[in-house]
């Protein structure tokens, strides 16, 4: 019986496993996946991700590894219409192939049992009676299971997670690219039913990103490539950009069910973190910190309940209010950011408002971030 199993080991089961095992609890981190591995991201660090970097020791190690510094975003609509924002701090750009096995092998170094290529099937118990969870060849038991395993999972089925039932229209894809100066900005460009986010990673490389609609994709019969030339045709930016880009990735790496909608912290007694409890919408460039952050919120209130001085019920609901209190607001702003700008007249008409009035997209910036 270990003290806490992580089911998933992406930013939010590291970051959790750091701050359990350094509090001296026997952590056991499990990962489906074999690192290192692309995965589906803008790879897009804001400034709050490098203060969680920061404080779980690993930002020196992702700055020499040639981590490129942003401090500018601009915006446009599929009319060509631009803005134009300085970021609230440096920003970073940097592969989630480098970034996730520096924190899973820190999180080792902390002392947590960390084990990738495993997937967990199933989660059944609770905590006051403790929890089985088994993998394909492997049984364990743990006090505390926290579920971290991203936006939607194999557990939200065995879970029978209410929230993830209903069919969710959004594709995610992304690759990356080679022959253009971003300099420092990260650029978002919206197309009719989409959008795409690009910025440098380390090694010069750019990474692009898009989230479209599944009716765009199959209207380009599910081809990336033939949907991306099709987004040249609603947005001068992007054909510029594209003209001059060539894919250096073997393929493109997508997922499909992207969901902006609200979930819960807990499912059973299971205690979810990161995008499992909640996705932020990607255009908002704050769900890799809301991941990192909603482990450090998580753990006081792990470390309590493992030390005995609070009950299941306190556990529950402390760490539900403070989830909410730290993300509801944006959650919601990041939703209705989303929904405005993925359709073209709402995306033109804000993004003017916006050079109108630019204290209206200093607001959303800051009512998207901690
Ligand atoms: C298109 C798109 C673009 C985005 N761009 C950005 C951006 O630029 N900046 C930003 O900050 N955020 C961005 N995000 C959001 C960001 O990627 C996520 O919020 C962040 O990765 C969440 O971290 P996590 O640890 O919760 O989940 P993840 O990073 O997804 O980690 C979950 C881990 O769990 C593992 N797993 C899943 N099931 C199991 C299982 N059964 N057993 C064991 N392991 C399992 C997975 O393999 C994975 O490694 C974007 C999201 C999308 C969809």
Partial sequence: ????????????????????????????????????????????????????????????DVEEAGAHPMHRTRITASNGTAFDAPLPGTAIGFSRYRLDPMLFARAAACGADVRDGTMVRSVEGSLDEGFTLITRTETFQARVVLGAYGKRGVLDRTLDREAMQQHRPYVGFKAHFRGADLEDVIELHAFDGGYCGMSHVEDGLVNACWITHEDTLKAADRSPE???????????????????????????????????????????????IGDTAGMIAPMCGDGMAMALRSAELVAPHVDTFLRGACTAEAFRSGYTADWHAEFGTRMRVGRWAHHAYI????????????????FLARWVIRNTRG
Avoid at 244 to 266: G, I, M, N
Avoid at 345 to 357: D, E, N, R, S, Y
């Fill in 1 to 60: 019986m270990v003290d806490v199993a992580i089911v998933g080991g992406g930013l939010a089961g590291c970051s959790a496993a750091v701050q359990l095992a350094v509090a001296g609890h026997d952590v056991l981190l499990l990962e489906k996946k074999t690192y290192p591995v692309h995965k589906l991201c803008g790879e897009f660090l804001s400034p709050e991700v490098k203060g969680a970097l920061q404080r779980l020791e690993v930002l020196r």
């Fill in 226 to 272: 033939g949907m991306i030339a099709q987004t040249f045709q609603t947005n001068p930016h992007l054909r510029a950009r594209f003209e001059k880009l060539e894919r250096v990735s073997d393929s493109f790496c997508a997922v499909s069910q992207v969901s902006v909608q609200p979930k819960t912290t807990f499912e059973g007694d299971v205690c979810m």
């Fill in 343 to 358: 359709r073209p007249w709402v995306a033109k008409a804000g993004l003017a408002v916006c050079q109108a009035l630019p």
